[in-house]
């Protein structure tokens, strides 16, 4: 009686372990993908940014002085 009650605590012990185990495996994995999602989404989110500093940048060099001040003080009035 007592041995089938070790073997039976030593299954469970190990059948714990093992899913125990499998579990943090899942959540490392689903982590590391967020991980990545979250760096490609930043990396977007930054060259977005870039190009629209470049592209307001060459607007600035190709516009006259007047025509920017009078632009700017428009749309500071909306």
């Known amino acids: 009686m007592s041995v089938g009650l070790i073997v039976l605590a030593a ?3 190990v059948a ?4 125990a185990l499998l ?3 899942f ?3 689903k982590r590391a993908i967020r991980a990545r999602r979250q ?4 990396t977007f989110l ?8 470049a592209a307001r940048q060459r607007d600035r060099s ?3 002085r007047p025509a920017r001040v009078a632009r700017e003080r428009v749309g500071s009035y909306s």
Not at 39 to 42: L, T
Not at 46 to 53: F, G, V
């Open 11 to 13: 299954s469970l012990l």
């Open 16 to 19: 714990f372990v093992l899913g």
């Open 23 to 25: 579990g943090y495996g």
């Open 27 to 29: 959540n490392e994995r």
């Open 39 to 42: 760096a490609a989404a930043q």
């Open 46 to 53: 930054y060259r977005q940014l870039h190009d629209l500093q």
């Open 62 to 64: 190709t516009q006259s």
